[in-house]
């Protein structure tokens, strides 16, 4: 009985060392651009139609390359330390993002689809994520 057990436990330790796996990663540098912008309290538009507020931001730096094949990532912040990711849930109202090139543009309403006041003072950061399409 010994001997079986010791078989297999030879067996079964050969076998992991046969079968041993190598992970490879193969990384090529692709810089990332973060934007960071500030978005006073008083700029909000209010669109009736939705009930949303929106805030429109001028990204020459989204092109239409970028629009096509890389990420577009936005996180806001009410005291530019603390990052939240959009979409996102903040304070009670929710706040989404779209974007084409040059415009990315912030929505936000409540979270049960609700009109709510226009945010306070908002710090934004926008990261742009290459990729080698």
């Keep these: 009985m010994k001997t079986k057990l010791l078989l297999a436990v030879l067996v079964l330790g050969l076998g992991v060392l046969v079968s041993g796996c190598k992970k490879e990663y193969i990384t090529n540098e692709i810089p990332n651009t973060t ?3 500030t978005i006073a309290s008083n700029t909000w538009q209010y669109d009736s139609n939705t ?3 929106y805030r429109e931001i ?3 730096e989204i092109t239409d390359g970028i ?5 577009v990532l936005v996180y806001i912040s009410g005291d530019g330390t603390t990052w939240e990711a959009v979409p996102d849930v903040y304070n009670g109202s929710t706040i989404i993002y779209t974007y084409k090139p040059g415009l990315l543009t912030l929505e936000i309403q409540g979270s049960d689809g609700s009109t709510v006041d226009p945010p306070g003072d908002m710090y934004v950061k926008i990261v742009l994520v290459a990729s080698e399409g």
């Excluded at 629009?67 to 990420?71: A, I, K, V, Y």
Aim: proline content about 7%.
């Design 35 to 37: 934007i960071q912008a």
């Design 58 to 60: 001028d990204m020459p």
């Design 51 to 53: 009930k949303t507020y």
């Design 67 to 71: 629009n096509q094949t890389d990420g």
